[in-house]
Structure formats: C-alpha cells, structure tokens
C-alpha cells in the first residue's frame, strides 16, 4: 500500500474516520507483539496478515477508491507519521514521507501525489496535520474543538506518540520497516460499485459496516449534475452530521415506510430503491430528504421551536419517543414537513397522535395492525383528509376507546411487559401532577404495594381477608406504585408502614406523584384502591379522550343492525350452568355481560388457562355460583375460539361451537355467508364431543375413498371438525370439503391480504371456459370485505343424512373434490 502502484482514495458516500483509540491501540498492540516474538533478523520474520481491502480500481491505473479498508489504510498511515514524528534520523524521515506522499516538483510542474487521500471534509486536515511534515506537532499541539473524524485522529494521535516514544530508536526503525515490508494486506479489485459491496458483505474484515445509506449517497449524489455534486454532497454529509450515523439510517427507513406504507418485504437499499426511487436527485434532496431530515431531528429531540405552543408540542413529542415501537414516526414525519408553520395544527396532529400510539401499547396491539394503521394516518397526511372527523385513522373508535378502557382497569402488571408498564405509568404520573413537571427518568420499576403473596399474619390480610379480593387488585392500577431504583424482594412483603418508610421513600418524600399518593394514606383496604383506581382512570379518560367507550360497550349489545357487528351467537354446557351469548364487532368476539362460564379451568395447561385466569383476577368473572361464573361486564376477545374455551374452561373450536341464536349456523357457517335453516344448537359440551366423534367417523371414511382415487388427500387425516382441507399448489388457495346440516359442499377458498378479489376476478373471467370443464354451475362469492373469496360446489345431504347413507354421499364428495382440483389447479398456478 505504501507504494507507486496504489492511489488510494476514500469516496463520498463512505463513513468518516471511526476508529477510537481502543481500536487503534488493539492495531499497534498486534503489530508490536508480533513483531517481538518474530526474530532477530527482519527478513525472518514470517509475513503478518492485516486483513483484506475491497477496492474499485480499474488494472492499468493505480487509482483506487476504497470499499472496504478504510479505517485501516488511515490508521496506518497516521502511525507512520507518528513514528516519523519522534526518529531523528532524516533518512528514516524522508523514506516515511516518501511512503506516505510522493511530493512535488516545481521544475517538473508536479504536484503533490499522496498514497491516501479522505473524503472531502477530511481531506485538507489530513494532509496537513498528518501526511505533512510536521502535522503531527500541529495536531497534537491544537485544543479546539474538532468533528468526530478529526478529534478521533487527534485522540489516536496522541495515543500513538505516548506508546512509541517508550521506544528506543531502533525499535522505531525496526518497527516501520515491518510495516512497509513484512505486513501484508490482500487487496480485491473489482471495476464497478455493486460487485465491489457484494464482495464487501463477504471479506470485510476489520471496519465497520457499509450502510444502505452509504449505498444510497453514491447513487443519489452520482446521479446530481456534476456541476452541483459538490454542493450536495456537503448538503448529505451535514444532515449525517447533524442527525449522527445511526438517526440517519432511520430517517431513510422512516422515509421508505412513508413511500411504502406496508410492512417491508425487503432490505432497505432494495425497498428504497423500489418505492422511493428519486427520479430527480436535486428534488429529493431540496423537497424530501433536507425538509424530513429538520422534522425528524425535531420529532427525535422533542425541539420544536414556534411562537406558540412549542412547550405542548415538545411534551407530547417526549411521550412518543419513550414508545419501544416507532411506528408513528412516518405519519408525524409527513405532517411536520406539511404543517412546519401551522402550530396549531401541530398540536392538535401531536396531542392525537400520542393518543393513538398510547392505546396501540395499552391494547397490546401488534406489529402488523400498528403498521395497518399508521400507514393509513400516513396517506390521509398525504391526501390532506380532516383527522378530526370521526372515523379518520387519527381518531380512535368507540370500540378502541372501550378495549383500552378495559385493558386499563385489568391486571396490567400481568398483561403487559415491564417497560411498557412502566411508561403507562409514568404518563399517569405526569397527569397526576397536573402536567407541572415530566418525568425523565432513565430507570424506573414498578412495584406493587400490595403484597403479591403477603403473610398470613401481616396487616395486608387483616386489612383485606378475601384471598380472592386480594388476587383481584394486586395487578391492577389501583396497588402499583414506581420507583426510580432496582427492586428489592426482600422489601417487598414488608408490613405497609415499614415498606412507606424503607422503600417507597427517603425521609418520607417520594419524586414520583402516584408513589406520594401511597405515602399519603395510612392503611390499604379496599376502599382505598378503589377510590386509587377510579382516580387514575378518571386521568386516563380525560387524557385520552375516552368517553365515547360506553356507546360502544351499548351498541355492541344492542345494534344488532350494525353493518360492523354479527347476528348474536349462543353457547352453552355442563347442564345448562354454562349460558353465553356474544357476536363478532369489528374483527374481535365480545361476549355480553350476565353470560354464565365454568367457574375454574379444567383443560391442559397453556392455552387460555391464563386468560381464564386473569379474568377471574380482575374482577371480570364473578365469584363461582356452583360450578360456573358470571361474566359482570362485555368482554372482548381476540377470537370466538378464546371466548368458547373462557366459557368452558377448556380449549374450543369457537368457529364451530358458537351458533346463531335465531338459525343455528355455526360461526364458521355464518362467516362463509352459507344460507342454513334453524336446527338443533350444540346445548352441552357432551353434545360436541359426540358431534366430534361423528365427524371423525365420517372423514375416516372419506380418505379411505378419496385415496383409493388419488393422492390429492394422501397428506390429510381424519378431522375432529365438519369440514377438511388440502392446498392447492399456491400459498392462498385451498380446496375445502365441508359438511352443514342440509347441504354438503367442495370450496376453493383464496384467503390472500392483497391480491385476493383480484384473482378471484381473474379466475371469475373464466367461469363459462370453467363451469363447461366441470360439468357444472358454481356459486363464485368474491367476499372482498373479508379478504377471503370462494368458488363453491354444493350438494343434498349434510349431517342430516342418516350414518347407513354416508357411502353415496361420501362418494359424491370425493368426485366433486377430484373434479373441481383438476379444473382450478392448472388456472391457479399460471395466475400472474
């Protein structure tokens, strides 16, 4: 490297210098060791491998910019300098500068040629301070405050000088001339940019990772008019500078979400290249990156600056950047950029946004859904749609109003993790001290003052005898307190007065409101938590605008023409002790309040034998009345599935075991839009385990059928359920053969997020071509509302077909499956 045959160079869109003494001091400990232990002589020592440089150079010119190597080539270099800074000798001197430049002539009309030259903003410091004679005096020498590249040469400067001048002058001799001849570095040479990162990602070695970033800049700056490239490449680097490597690499993948608005399928480099793709470089800059780049700083530092309401925006702002998740940044980030004058604006924008991001984390809502929903935020942002209108992706819903409400009030301790525990309750306790003041602490535990499992004979059990009451309370918001210190166990069952006094206090003071509220009191009964827990929903429901969760909790009871809820679906068992009724609002199960359920769990453990529980802890489920519980408010669960097993203490297909009051149709049946008259409702759970038998008796039957035909059922076994499937060749479609009281039926069922209806209609533009193949008519349903599109064959029979008759029915079925897999399946795959 040190020779003719290299000029090296470090492009633009590189990192700066990164190395900190640790690293460099690790380079000159190696190079030191080695050298020790290598022999007298110098040509016996065995060669020392430094690593590998990946490089874009092109063979018959010694010009070569660096991909890979960077931190190496320049540390080396500076340790050069150092040595040259301390030997005495001036031939030693001039052969290190001859290593480290070639210098000019001014007979000749040559000028300076340097081994290694840095990026731009480094460039000129580096060649005076350290490739010059003299330079490293100067850096040494200087006090003034630098940027990071230039401060770590400085740092790794001094570190140098302080080993190496323990050294004595032969020793420093001995010690550059097994840089320059006895070390060795491979250098991979390749003449374009994208093969020069694919062998990066494999050989890099000693430096730090090349960013899709760094990617980025080489593409975007490349393609700006030559004329103006100086100016953005120093437009670029200030906003790396000023927003630190790593926020910059986020900027870009908030930028690629605000394009995107779906979950990424991709690395970033190839997303962005995919949905952002500046087809102008200079506009991008000017119009995207420069504008998203001030907003995000603001938005990360809670800096805004205005005339009005900075202090109000910055507060909602500090609360959302202490979310785990930063899914809400692309909407904000398209709204500042839209609305920088407007404060008004803003705040309204911010107040809702914390609001909707707050009830995200409080309803445990995952990745996908918070992802759904921000980008639909980020396009009526774009669309310039009024957020304030009810239904806009800004506002909550009644029923999201209503779910967070209730994840309030239950046993939050146990539901959710401890961090985002404990900034809901930091949140509270900024409200709770009349927003004079906000909590920043790094560090904080939240603790329960109520014993979790206190001592028979403490006042904890004098205070509250009811075992059950005490299980009812000890998770919940009313018996949690904060500190801003390490849990303590062994403090944790101290009677109350001893517990105030050791560890939720020093000297009786506390720096946290809800804490102080605990402090205040001289016994924790019951009544106390109560009036505690009312308190601090009463602040969440005036903070977050809650009020319209009790039209919800009506209408879901009530509105049975509500385009978002189902008709009402019963289930019962254990003699009839078990009663519930419910219907499906806007994607969740809600069972309705004075339903009956098994008053303890009695299947296997997992599952939702925690759910059951939890219930039963905060107070939803009732104490037992013989051998069922009450329900005492409308509930909500993910799925009719978790709603049957709560109900009968034990796992439960909800899809089969629900059924419509009025018609009898399974939830499953009622989903699919399959039209079936009143019949007989499952009334016990004996009764579905005798259905489940049936069911398995009738699918043995059928695969012995059906494999003696072929292999398309080869794969399945018997099903405990009325209807059995098998895929189809492509992820999204299934075959499905079902059974319901009065009509048995083959499905095609295509369940695909995006593109469902659309192949759906592609396949539905064959119905002639198909239905004439298949010998018969169909019943096409796109079903778009649900994702979910069918093609269906259907037939006389169901369950209602005595067992002796099975045969003729089972027959049909496995012909209509057979057929209906030979007519789709070619037509499904060569769908684009």
């Not at 076994?717 to 053969?737: D, E, I, Q």
């Not at 533009?765 to 979910?788: H, N, T, V």
């Not at 269906?792 to 209509?816: F, H, I, K, N, Y």
Request: net charge negative.
């Amino acid at each position: 490297m040190f020779s003719e045959e290299y000029m090296f160079s470090i492009p633009a869109y590189q990192r700066p210098y990164s190395w900190r003494v640790d690293q460099a001091q690790e380079l000159l400990d190696d190079l030191l060791g080695y050298l020790r232990t290598g022999g007298t002589k110098l040509e016996g020592i065995p060669p020392y491998f430094l690593g590998s440089l990946v490089l874009i150079k092109e063979e018959s010119s010694p010009r070569a910019q660096v991909v890979d190597g960077q931190q190496r080539l320049t540390t080396l270099t500076l340790l050069m300098a150092c040595i040259r800074a301390i030997v005495t000798d001036e031939n030693v001197r001039r052969g290190i500068t001859r290593r480290i430049y070639d210098q000019g002539d001014i007979v000749s009309a040559t000028e300076n040629h340097y081994r290694l030259t840095l990026r731009e903003r480094d460039r000129q410091f580096f060649r005076e301070r350290v490739q010059h004679e003299g330079g490293i005096e100067q850096l040494l020498a200087g006090n003034e405050a630098l940027p990071d590249s230039q401060q770590r040469l400085r740092d790794n400067a001094r570190h140098f000088m302080a080993v190496l001048r323990d050294l004595d002058p032969k020793s420093l001799v001995r010690l550059v001339q097994f840089i320059v001849t006895r070390c060795y570095l491979v250098a991979v040479a390749t003449p374009d940019l994208d093969s020069a990162y694919r062998i990066f990602g494999v050989m890099n070695s000693r430096g730090l990772d090349l960013t899709a970033t760094d990617i980025l800049k080489a593409e975007i700056i490349g393609a700006v008019p030559e004329a103006a490239r100086k100016t953005y490449t120093g437009k670029w680097e200030t906003l790396e500078s000023d927003l630190g490597r790593d926020g910059f690499g986020e900027l870009f993948s908030h930028i690629r979400m605000v394009y995107r608005k779906a979950k990424p399928q991709g690395t970033l480099l190839k997303e962005f290249r995919e949905h952002v793709s500046p087809a102008d470089p200079v506009v991008f800059m000017d119009q995207v990156l420069g504008p998203m780049a001030q907003a995000y700083r603001e938005i990360s530092d809670a800096d805004h600056a205005s005339t009005r309401h900075a202090e109000a925006i910055n507060d909602a702002l500090r609360w959302l950047n202490r979310l785990e998740f930063k899914d809400w940044m692309p909407p904000a980030l398209a709204y500042f950029t839209r609305h920088k004058g407007d404060p008004d604006a803003l705040l309204t924008f911010v107040a809702g946004l914390e609001r909707l991001a707050y009830a995200m984390l409080v309803r445990k809502a995952g990745v996908n859904e918070r992802i759904e929903r921000f980008s639909r935020l980020t396009t009526a942002v774009e669309d310039g749609d009024d957020l304030a209108q009810t239904g806009s992706a800004l506002q909550l819903s009644p029923l999201e109003q209503h779910e967070m409400y209730a994840m309030l009030d239950g046993p939050l301790y146990r539901t959710h993790s401890a961090r985002a525990l404990g900034v809901i309750l930091l949140r509270l306790d900024a409200l709770a001290s009349d927003g004079s003041k906000t909590m920043q602490h790094d560090q904080i535990t939240v603790e329960h003052v109520l014993p979790q499992t206190p001592r028979p004979d403490s006042t904890w059990v004098l205070w509250m005898p009811s075992e059950q009451e005490r299980q009812g309370w000890v998770h919940r918001l009313g018996n949690l307190a904060l500190l801003n210190r390490k849990k303590n166990s062994s403090a944790s069952n101290y009677d109350f007065d001893r517990k105030k006094l050791a560890y939720f206090s020093k000297g009786g003071a506390c720096a946290f409101p809800l804490t102080t509220q605990v402090l205040q009191q001289a016994e924790w009964k019951g009544t106390v938590l109560q009036t505690r827990q009312a308190s601090l929903l009463k602040l969440a429901e005036d903070h977050w605008q809650l009020a319209a969760r009790t039209a919800a909790a009506k209408s879901s009871v009530t509105a049975a023409t509500s385009e978002a809820a189902s008709p009402v679906f019963v289930l019962g068992g254990l003699s009839h002790q078990l009663q519930a009724t419910g219907r499906q609002v806007d994607g969740q199960f809600v069972v309705f309040a004075g339903s009956r359920a098994r008053a303890d769990w009695v299947g296997t453990d997992g599952g939702y034998k925690f759910l059951h529980q939890d219930l039963v802890a905060n107070g939803t489920l009732a104490p037992p009345v013989g051998e069922a519980r009450e329900f005492l408010r409308d509930t909500w669960f993910s799925s009719p599935s978790a709603a049957a097993a709560v109900v009968w203490g034990r796992s439960a297909n909800g899809r089969m075991s629900w059924r419509v009051q009025d018609t009898g149709q399974t939830f499953a049946e009622w989903e699919e839009g399959v039209p079936v008259p009143a019949g007989e409702a499952d009334e016990d759970e004996g009764e579905d385990d005798a259905k489940e038998d049936l069911y398995r008796r009738f699918w043995d039957q059928f695969l012995a059928k059906a494999n003696a035909r072929g292999t398309l059922f080869q794969r399945r076994t018997r099903s405990a359920n009325p209807w059995l499937g098998v895929g189809m060749g492509r992820n999204g479609f299934r075959l499905n053969v079902a059974m319901t009281q009065g009509e048995a039926r083959v499905t095609c069922l295509i369940h695909q997020e995006e593109a469902g209806a659309a192949l759906f209609d592609l396949l539905h533009a064959e119905r002639a071509a198909i239905e004439a193949e298949l010998g018969a008519a169909l019943d096409w349903a796109p079903l778009s509302e649900r994702k979910r599109s069918r093609i269906r064959a259907t037939t006389g029979g169901g369950w209602l077909v005595p067992e002796e008759a099975w045969s003729d029915l089972q027959d049909e079925l496995v012909t209509m499956a057979y057929a209906m897999d030979r007519v789709l399946r070619p037509r499904i795959q060569a769908l684009a």
